[in-house]
């Protein structure tokens, strides 16, 4: 009876053991929440699922024969239970099993990292994206638009700031590359729901190739610690039909070659969290004008106007950053018609942008 009794105690152990293993591990099947939305993601999923499963069996199977020992074969008294020594059949099992579980897991794994990283060879959309501190600028590689006659025609880019992050849009369906740089610290590219995170490294381009296969807008964001705006580092991607993708690639193209259509308050511009609130300024051509500045916040900032596309060009405008919160109304000499480039002197990646003047 004592006997019995102490089997079934036992039994009851296993049980719960088992039952706290399952409820715990359920809570992290699938990667949580998000389901794939690519066809590189699925790949990722169904290769962790697998992996979750054998970890699992492995760990109910081990942890089971722990407490069956603990409580099966616990002190009683001081009497040495029977021993024994050597049994080839058990070493060799125990040698080959974990020997082909590792051996096919690996296979497995590496067929999944090549199908990961493999390239499309002909892609529907080339993305150059680059990170900086603290944001994101996507350019669509031979998706050329002429802002102005006479200038070299310049590759569509979206790019976006603290204020307002970048929002672009891909076709679903369609294999898409990406090549990615960062123009100043470690970076990373992670987007949830594709399941996938790619480190941007100044100095050198990673490129991968992701093919969306669910219409949806989806959040991205930097995973790599970066700096003082780390956390307000986000993307936005909107996956839609290879029509609706057409539709919208005609229309940021128009919008790119009026000019600055996205300067809906000429003549302002405001700084905070360490950006500027637009990345397109707008002005009349021969005349003196007013820039008002707003800096709202207790760090230096300034904005200073370059000749060409970059501050590599003749500087034409600039006076000494000061801190805020506080507004300043800069008094910027007339200029010729044409497209400048303006930056803060004190966070020049983080703060850029163009200045269009007709």
Known sequence: MGRARRLSSTVRALVLVAAGAALLGGCRIGFGSHTPVTEQGKDIYSLYNLLFVVAAVIFLLVEGAIVFAALRYRRR?????????GNNLLEVAWTLIPLLIVATLFGLTWGVLNKVDARANDPAVTVNLQGFQWQWSFTYQGETVQVEKGQPAQDLTIKGTIAKPAEIYLPVGEPITFNEQSRDVIHSFYIPQFLFKKDVFPGHTNSFSLTITKPGRYHGQCAQ?????????????????PAAYQAWLVKAKKQAASGCPADTTPGKIAAK???????????????????????????????????????????????????????TRYQVPALKAGTYFFHCDVHPAAMQGKLVVK
């Not at 008294?77 to 020594?85: E, I, S, Y």
């Open 77 to 85: 008294d001081d009497r040495l239970p029977p021993q024994f020594h």
């Open 225 to 241: 610690y970066c700096g003082l705006a780390h956390g307000q580092m986000h993307f936005y991607i909107n996956a839609v039909s």
């Open 273 to 327: 969290n360490v950006a500027f609130d637009k990345d397109c300024l707008a002005a009349k051509a021969g005349k003196p004008w007013t820039l008002t500045f707003d800096n709202q916040e207790a760090v230096l900032h300034n904005v200073a106007i370059f000749q060409g596309s970059n501050a590599e060009g003749k500087r034409v405008f600039g006076e000494p950053p000061f801190t805020g919160p506080k507004v």
